[in-house]
């Protein structure tokens, strides 16, 4: 059977690219094997990535900066990293229209919409008012809000329901959805928690962590399990 190479976007921090191993485990479960990438601004390097892996996940991490998508920061803002920010929005766009597949996870969930035209929330507590909360001070496999599906989507069949309980590590959001994406999950304060391709063979977006939970849950599991399948064909 193929073995599957995924790559998982990474963070930085001036000294270090990283990417917390959560995710690797996860993508290793379900018979995957991972490649950590990170940012460059050459060209020819993005096209060898781009053809030598199966799918993507974009991962979690700090704030978008938002000059890049036409807006000045506000006080809720957090931290940015700017070579980060320039090769995920660029390049998950490239990414998208390859037609392979895209797993994007809680910051991933909110640059794949804003590379595609879509908008985001800055900062949920100061722009959404009542609103829950969604920075959980908690274990980072305790559920703490519930999130419901919509009815016919690809993550409502995955997840085989309507009604899920998530993590949850945010405090920026998918504000409109980009043309080509759909919302397919939502919290009680009707903050957007999922969005997915309409054509696209698989891409999708949540924004909790799922790489923490697949051990326990089995709504996570097949959420890889369904990503890797895509990234056999």
Known sequence: MKIPLIGITCGEDG??????NFYIKAIEAVGGAALL?????RQSIREKYLKCIDGLILS????????LFGEEPILGMGEITPERDAFELSWSREFFFS???????????QVLNLSLGGTIFQDIKSQMVPALKHDQEAPRECLTHSVNLVPGTRL??????????????H????KTPAPGLQVSAV???HVVEGIEGE?????LGVQWHPECLWRQDIGSYRLFQAFIQSCRR
């Open 60 to 67: 979690g991490g700090v704030d978008v900066n938002p000059l």
């Open 99 to 109: 037609g392979k597949p895209i797993l994007a996870v809680c910051r991933g969930c």
């Open 37 to 41: 990438i990170p940012p460059t601004a």
């Open 15 to 20: 000294l270090n690219f990283y990417v917390r």
């Open 171 to 174: 405090h920026q959001a998918v």
């Open 199 to 203: 054509e696209h063979s698989f891409a």
């Open 187 to 189: 919290a009680a304060d």
């Open 156 to 169: 409502s069949q995955i997840m085989s329901g309507d009604h899920i309980q998530v993590n949850s590590f």
